[in-house]
T-cell receptor
């Protein structure tokens, strides 16, 4: 079945450092890929998405490129802020192939940014 | 746009009590809503998918009689945890997809409900 693998956290960075959170996926079809962010005590917010190979999703300084050849969707940000501290979830939806609307989530990566 | 409201945000109750959690789409019509459970420092586990006007589809291992889901309108779905016990304590999150129907649409999430059973 479809699956998403994320790097284990926590990722601890100083403010203004460069961020990369790795995400790879396994899917039989052509999934759409998403990054969601969860702040403490809250639900998930969609951060960015990409629906086909070579698409780049971007939002709030974060970006991720859909790489079909490496089945990856790594999240990057050039300069993190303390306010970026949260848990980041990579997810896929393979609705066209599976007929199901469900999202498949990775295990999440906690990011801690210190001043 | 695409705001999902979940209520209550926190509930503490005695063992044996039934608890109802509401999930509302405030500015769009949600044909499909999803209910997730999240354990501390873990990912989200899909419990069930509900389509307006029809029975919910439960994931394997989720007890239908324990977690009752109703999706009576295009803006409201409810999850009732019946006869709750301490092992049901968790963070429950709902999400919704809107109309018109598009493949691989993002889901919009509520802020979650923290349920604590004493």
């Amino acid at each position: 079945g479809d699956s998403v693998t994320q790097m284990e956290g926590p990722v601890t960075l100083s403010e203004e450092a460069f961020l990369t959170i790795n995400c790879t996926y396994t899917a039989t079809g052509y999934p759409s890929l998403f990054w969601y962010v969860q702040y403490p005590g809250e639900g998930l917010q969609l951060l960015l998405k990409a629906t086909k190979a070579d698409d780049k999703g971007s939002n709030k300084g974060f970006e991720a490129t859909y790489r079909k050849e490496t089945t990856s969707f790594h999240l990057e940000k050039g300069s993190v802020q303390v306010s970026d501290s949260a848990v980041y979830f990579c997810a896929l939806s393979d609705e066209l192939n599976t007929g199901f609307q469900k999202l498949v989530f990775g295990t999440g990566t906690r990011l801690l940014v210190s001043p | 746009g695409a705001v999902v409201s979940q209520h209550p945000s926190w509930v503490i109750c005695k063992s044996g009590t039934s608890v109802k959690i509401e999930c509302r789409s405030l500015d769009f019509q949600a044909t499909t809503m999803f209910w997730y459970r999240q354990f501390p420092k873990q990912s989200l586990m899909l419990m069930a998918t509900s389509n307006e006007g029809s029975k919910a589809t439960y994931e394997q291992g989720v007890e239908k009689d324990k977690f009752l889901i109703n999706h009576a309108s295009l803006t409201l779905s409810t999850l009732t945890v019946t006869s709750a016990h301490p092992e049901d304590s968790s963070f429950y999150i709902c999400s919704a997809r809107g109309v018109p129907y598009l493949l691989n649409q993002p889901q919009h999430f509520g802020d979650g409900t923290r349920l604590s059973i004493l």
